[in-house]
């Protein structure tokens, strides 16, 4: 049902991850003989099996994650709270990731980091990242990033929206609420991987407009990753 995976390399040494391939078309196998321990809420009990096995599987590479340096707590449950986001414990922070038949997990010390964001995605063909580019990209961001000619436009648009997504997940829970795409700008994407955010307003938290979070992105063949963290 699923197998281990490389990690991509965009977080510092001292987040510890784990990632796994899923095979979603996998209609027979057991979930919880797949993952031994996970506990499925109740709320996700109707839920469709590609919902319960991407909850399911992120839980799992969690746990995994937190073998590696907070092994003590590895066997915390994750309950998804009112936001369906993981509540973590109180001495980590982390993050989940998961994309068509691709999860991960990726956890750090709170003393370390106020927080950590991760995020994948399949790579845009041409065609949706003209039709969504609206929904994610501000006015001339795109074209700023893309002059230097890195990216075809497919990728450089999964980029922009993941690294967007990524700063989303690692600011929510100081932020302690929604914010949209358009609150951040992506403005530098280097081919080496190296990423800067800039907010654009202000947010919860401390955070003002102008304030940036660097990061790192990787590209595969079919799906770009992107990491934010933010030192403690």
Same mark, same amino acid.
């Given at each position: 049902?699923?197998?281990?995976?490389?990690?991509?390399?965009?977080?510092?040494?001292?987040?510890?991850?784990?990632?796994?391939?899923?095979?979603?078309?996998?209609?027979? #196998?057991? !979930? *919880?003989?797949?993952?031994? &321990?996970? $506990?499925?809420? +109740?709320?996700?009990?109707? /839920?469709?099996?590609?919902?319960?096995?991407?909850?399911?599987?992120?839980?799992?590479?969690?746990?995994?994650?937190?073998?590696?340096?907070?092994?003590?707590?590895?066997?915390?449950?994750?309950?998804?709270?009112?936001?369906?986001?993981?509540?973590?414990?109180?001495?980590?922070?982390?993050?989940?990731?998961?994309?068509?038949?691709?999860?991960?997990?990726?956890?750090?010390?709170?003393?370390?980091?106020?927080?950590?964001?991760?995020?994948?995605?399949?790579?845009?063909?041409?065609?949706?990242?003209?039709?969504?580019?609206?929904?994610?990209?501000?006015? #001339?961001? !795109? *074209?700023?990033?893309?002059? &230097?000619? $890195?990216?075809? +436009?497919?990728?450089?648009? /999964?980029?922009?929206?993941?690294?967007?997504?990524?700063?989303?997940?690692?600011?929510?829970?100081?932020?302690?609420?929604?914010?949209?795409?358009?609150?951040?700008?992506?403005?530098?994407?280097?081919?080496?991987?190296?990423?800067?955010?800039?907010?654009?307003?202000?947010?919860?938290?401390?955070?003002?407009?102008?304030?940036?979070?660097?990061?790192?992105?990787?590209?595969?063949?079919?799906?770009?990753?992107?990491?934010?963290?933010?030192?403690?």
């Amino acid at each position: 049902m699923f197998r281990t995976t490389p990690d991509p390399d965009v977080l510092p040494c001292n987040v510890a991850r784990c990632s796994i391939a899923v095979d979603l078309h996998d209609e027979a #196998g057991d !979930l *919880a003989l797949a993952f031994p &321990g996970v $506990a499925l809420p +109740e709320s996700l009990r109707g /839920a469709v099996r590609k919902r319960r096995l991407e909850y399911l599987a992120g839980r799992w590479c969690a746990r995994e994650a937190l073998r590696v340096g907070h092994a003590h707590l590895a066997e915390h449950p994750l309950p998804p709270g009112a936001d369906r986001a993981p509540a973590w414990p109180g001495v980590v922070v982390g993050s989940i990731t998961h994309t068509q038949g691709f999860v991960s997990a990726a956890v750090a010390s709170a003393a370390e980091f106020r927080g950590v964001g991760i995020d994948s995605e399949r790579v845009f063909t041409a065609e949706a990242a003209l039709r969504l580019a609206g929904r994610f990209a501000r006015p #001339g961001e !795109l *074209a700023a990033l893309g002059r &230097g000619g $890195a990216y075809d +436009e497919g990728t450089l648009a /999964a980029l922009v929206f993941s690294a967007k997504e990524s700063v989303y997940k690692c600011l929510y829970p100081i932020v302690g609420g929604y914010f949209g795409f358009q609150a951040a700008e992506v403005v530098a994407l280097s081919i080496g991987g190296a990423l800067r955010v800039r907010l654009v307003e202000g947010l919860p938290g401390g955070f003002r407009a102008g304030d940036e979070f660097a990061g790192r992105a990787a590209v595969t063949a079919t799906h770009v990753h992107t990491a934010i963290t933010l030192r403690a």
